[in-house]
């Protein structure tokens, strides 16, 4: 069934109060998330700039005046991971190699 001109122009006219409010609503939201974008992005600038000039200085200042004592609590902490890791993967290849041995004695079994 085609429409005329006349049916199509009353239905528009219909719609149109729904349609016109259905569109400024969009818009607003649409604006409003646009402006709380700007305004987060804008922070965000004005946050980093600050940092940088306030907070970064003194951080290096005070890492720089601890450097040792950090190197010397670094190198201990170190080994202790070092250790632990290596004592971790023993304990896995072992316990890997025992499994892959107990799956061989089952297929050795089963196909024997």
Same mark, same amino acid.
């Given at each position: 069934?085609?429409? #005329?001109?006349e *049916? /199509?122009a *009353? $239905?528009?006219?219909?719609? %149109?109060?729904?349609?016109?409010?259905? !569109?400024?609503?969009?818009? @607003? *939201?649409? $604006?409003?998330?646009? @402006? +709380?974008?700007?305004? %987060? =992005?804008i922070?965000?600038?004005? /946050? &980093?700039?600050?940092?940088?000039?306030?907070?970064?200085?003194?951080?290096? #200042?005070? !890492?720089?005046?601890?450097?040792? =004592? $950090? %190197?010397?609590?670094?190198?201990?902490? &170190?080994?202790? $991971?070092?250790? @632990?890791? =290596? #004592? @971790?993967?023993?304990?896995?290849?072992? +316990?890997?190699?025992?499994?892959?041995? +107990? %799956?061989? =004695?089952?297929?050795?079994?089963?196909?024997?």
């Amino acid at each position: 069934m085609k429409l #005329t001109e006349e *049916q /199509v122009a *009353q $239905i528009f006219e219909e719609v %149109r109060p729904s349609l016109v409010e259905s !569109l400024k609503t969009e818009l @607003a *939201q649409s $604006i409003e998330w646009q @402006a +709380k974008e700007s305004v %987060r =992005g804008i922070v965000a600038a004005e /946050v &980093t700039k600050w940092c940088q000039e306030n907070v970064i200085p003194d951080l290096k #200042t005070r !890492l720089v005046e601890s450097k040792e =004592g $950090i %190197r010397a609590a670094v190198v201990p902490a &170190t080994e202790k $991971i070092a250790e @632990a890791l =290596g #004592t @971790a993967l023993a304990q896995s290849l072992a +316990k890997n190699l025992e499994s892959s041995y +107990k %799956r061989s =004695g089952i297929f050795k079994a089963m196909f024997d």
